[in-house]
Nanobody, 123 residues
Framework: QVQLVESGGGSVQAGGSLRLSCVASAYTYSMAWFRQAPGKEREGVAAIVGSSTTTYADSVKGRFTISRDNTKNTLYLQMNNLKPDDTAMYFC????????????????????WGQGTQVTVSS
């Protein structure tokens, strides 16, 4: 398994921006960001395969951007125009195998997880 460490969470007002980072102990082809709000299931937010192929949950399309710097084994999530509904613990995840497109945002596709970073958006 890969070790993952997230950072960059915080508290912002609605309409603000944050950039999350996730440093991995090794390169992994398929990686993703998930989030979990209190009382809700963990949901996939965005995923990336290879260097630039990405997919997003409908709720964040046009507002969030996932990217990676392979030279630094670092995954990013740029979050713009944040809404109170984006409030959650955000987790970085890495898959132990190459994933099919249809399962990129399913948590059970990933076997390595970070500890999470809290994002709070106030109205």
């Amino acid at each position: 398994q890969v070790q993952l460490v997230e950072s960059g969470g915080g508290s912002v007002q609605a309409g603000g921006s944050l950039r999350l980072s996730c440093v991995a102990s090794a390169y992994t082809y398929s990686m993703a960001w998930f989030r979990q709000a209190p009382g809700k299931e963990r949901e996939g937010v965005a995923a990336i395969v290879g260097s630039s192929t990405t997919t997003y949950a409908d709720s964040v399309k046009g507002r969030f951007t996932i990217s990676r710097d392979n030279t630094k084994n670092t995954l990013y999530l740029q979050m713009n125009n944040l809404k109170p509904d984006d409030t959650a613990m955000y987790f970085c995840a890495a898959a132990g195998s190459v994933l099919a497109w249809s399962v990129l945002l399913r948590q059970y596709s990933y076997n390595s997880w970070g500890q999470g970073t809290q994002v709070t958006v106030s109205s």
